[in-house]
């Protein structure tokens, strides 16, 4: 049993609680957040640090896992590897790209296992997109097209989320990072920027609430990227498409896949409970992402993905903010 600390219990942290409650191989052990009113309901047993410095002084706590505004990510991430602890941390690694290239320097540097929480990567549909494509049955990839426009109402998202200070961009920063990293980790091949268009007509804070790029993979593959917070209600359309010279592939991260064989039959499959809410499904990716972590630090080995993984993903986000049409001030 890995004994974990979580910091920050806002959305994702008590995502992560409920999730850990369900695997063998971890127990929250403690917590710190800064509200308290987002601690009510915190099962006995659990203690309260009040600050992240002072969970680090627990010996009990063997990892952490770090649920907080990007602002934060560079210093805690930095604190809990001085401190010898395995960290797990939260999309994206860092706010910008000089602190996450930090922070990889200093993962290289710890004998403790390092991962960052990249979700859509164990989400079944995706995993299952992977494995298609690797193994060739989709044959010769055409083209890949990307697309997540999640509307938002007023008060839904965090606050911070719409501070370019504290969130280091918009939709892309914190839709985009899963984007494009499951499109490099699906055809298994880096990504190339060659345009971006952003859009700030929502009003969102000083973030952009659009994001149109326009891509390629190693092999000169054309690709595709649309990510926006429209305002308003409703279901979050989100389709990954991958175009083959067998068929097409849909990836609906949080419902299944479809595959169109070239003259063939369509298959459809569901990879949830239908009665499951988004949260739901939201914490079967993160389940496997939480059980990497054990297990990595259990068999002593590197988890996935590691920050050097992610940092190829920093990379180029920070491409889209320089290269923009409509450049945003520095973060
Ligand atoms: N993987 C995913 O699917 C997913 C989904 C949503 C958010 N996230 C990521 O999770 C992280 C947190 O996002 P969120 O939506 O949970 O935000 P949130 O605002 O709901 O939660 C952050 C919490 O941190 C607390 N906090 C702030 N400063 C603190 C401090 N110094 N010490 C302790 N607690 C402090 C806040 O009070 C808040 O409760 C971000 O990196 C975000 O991108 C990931």
Known sequence: MIGLGLVGMGYTGWQHLRVVQTLPALEVRAVVETDPARLQGLP????????WQDLLDDPRIEAVSICLPHDLHLEVVTGALAAGRHVLVEKPLALDLPAAERLTAAAAAAPTVTMVEMTHRFYPPVVKARQWVNAGHLGQLVAVSERIVQPVADGELPDWMMQRHRS?????????????DRMAWVSGQPLRLHAAVLGRGQHWGDIEDTASLLLTLADGTPASLLAAWPRGRGATDDELTLYGTAGILRVW???????????????V???YPADADHAARARVGMAGALAEFAAAIAEGRPARPGFAEILAVQRLIDQVYRQSSDPLPAA
């Open 44 to 51: 006995p047993g659990i203690a309260v640090k009040p600050t």
């Open 168 to 180: 280091g961009g918009g939709v892309t920063m914190t839709n985009g990072v899963h984007m494009l």
């Open 253 to 267: 991260a949080w419902r299944g896949w479809a595959f169109e064989p070239t003259g063939g039959t369509p298959q």
């Open 269 to 271: 499959h569901d990879e």
